[in-house]
């Protein structure tokens, strides 16, 4: 199993990202100067320039991913639940979901009675997790209001250079992080690898960790829709098509300098890239760019269909092309 699909089946939903953050602190042993975790959770890797006096430059991906949250725990051991991070009820029926402590549930709904057809979004508060068990006593032996569930779904490679995985958000962003910080050598940048906790559940992560570096310029690396899908809604990012350069989405305008700079580089490599407007959804760039007295910041994507899904896709093409500019930013600065 390689590194990418073992990075999208571990556990790790906002809050609870410690098994996400222990592969990554051992991917990197070795590779960067220093390594800390802060008081929110988030990984600091920081690899030093060449040279004193540099720019501080902040790339980050974050490591947590959606899950479920226990609520309520009914007489005949069926739980229920609420969301951890923005989920879709209509692609989760049906699906398993994993506790940390390895207790494997089915997503059950009850029938719609109400109405004659069946709603086409339907609601969370009709749905429980049926762990396998007969009456509240043995559901609480293993599952405790409070707990939290991620998705269970194996990642595997989806025709021949596709990979399809649960928490590909934003997984693939940290894999993208790890190998820029093993490939890059000579640094001219003062460079933080920034690994974040609680993306999914308000960006929350990223605003300690800027905060504390307090970087010139920041990168960071997530997922983003793609418009190549039957009916999808109209945009022009593709999968395969090459890493996005983030212009905008609904919390962030991309640094021209930073932008600007992404797009020659990506020209110098011959890497394939595509400019990306997503109209709905932002990333950590959006609370970094804001902190203190302000930070240039960009963003690349890997386009990822069925993103917030057991399911979600994308192309090895694209992220070798993502890795690949990463390093350059490292080794050539943003200035
Ligand atoms: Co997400
Ligand atoms: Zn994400």
Not at 41 to 48: E, F, M, R, V, Y
Not at 185 to 197: A, R
Not at 324 to 333: A, D, H, P, Q, T
Request: with cysteine; hydrophobic share 40%.
């Amino acid at each position: 199993m390689g590194l990418i699909e073992e990075l999208c089946n571990a556990y790790g939903p906002a809050g609870r990202e410690h098994r996400v953050r222990k592969m990554i602190e051992k991917e990197l042993k070795g590779h960067c100067a220093e390594m800390e975790t802060d008081r929110l959770g988030n990984l600091i890797a920081h690899k030093p320039a060449v040279s004193k006096g540099a720019e501080k430059i902040m790339l980050c991906a974050h490591m947590d991913e959606i899950g479920l949250i226990v609520t309520h725990i009914d007489m005949k051991g069926f739980i229920r639940f609420t969301g951890l991070g923005g989920i879709f009820t209509e692609r989760i029926l049906g699906h398993r979901v994993i506790f940390e402590n390895g207790t494997i549930g089915i997503i059950g709904m009850e029938p719609d009675k109400d109405s004659a057809k069946p709603s086409p979004k339907p609601r969370m508060e009709k749905m429980y997790i049926d762990v396998g068990t007969r009456d509240l006593e043995s559901t609480k032996k293993i599952v405790e209001i409070g707990d939290i569930a991620s998705f269970h779904q194996i990642a595997i490679r989806l025709g021949k250079k596709r990979i399809s995985a649960k928490a590909l958000d934003d997984r693939i962003g940290c894999y993208c992080l790890i190998e820029a910080a093993r490939r890059v050598k000579k640094p001219k940048c003062d460079v933080y690898f920034v690994f974040t906790v609680q993306e999914e559940v308000g960006l929350r992560g990223a605003r300690t960790g800027a905060y504390s570096i307090d970087p010139t310029y920041a990168i960071a690396v997530d997922v983003t829709d793609t418009g190549d899908t039957p009916e999808a809604h109209k945009m022009q990012v593709a999968i395969g098509g090459g890493v996005a350069v983030k212009v905008k989405d609904s919390g962030f305008i991309a640094n021209p300098v930073v932008k600007e700079k992404l797009v020659e580089y990506a020209e110098a490599l011959s890497l394939p890239y595509q400019m990306e407007i997503l109209e709905h959804g932002s990333t950590d760039a959006a609370v970094i760019q804001l902190v203190r007295a302000g930070v240039m910041s960009g963003v690349l994507s890997i386009p990822t269909r069925y993103i917030h899904t057991t399911s979600e896709v994308c192309d090895l093409g694209d992220v070798e092309a993502a890795v690949k500019l990463l390093v350059r930013v490292c080794e050539k600065g943003l200035s």
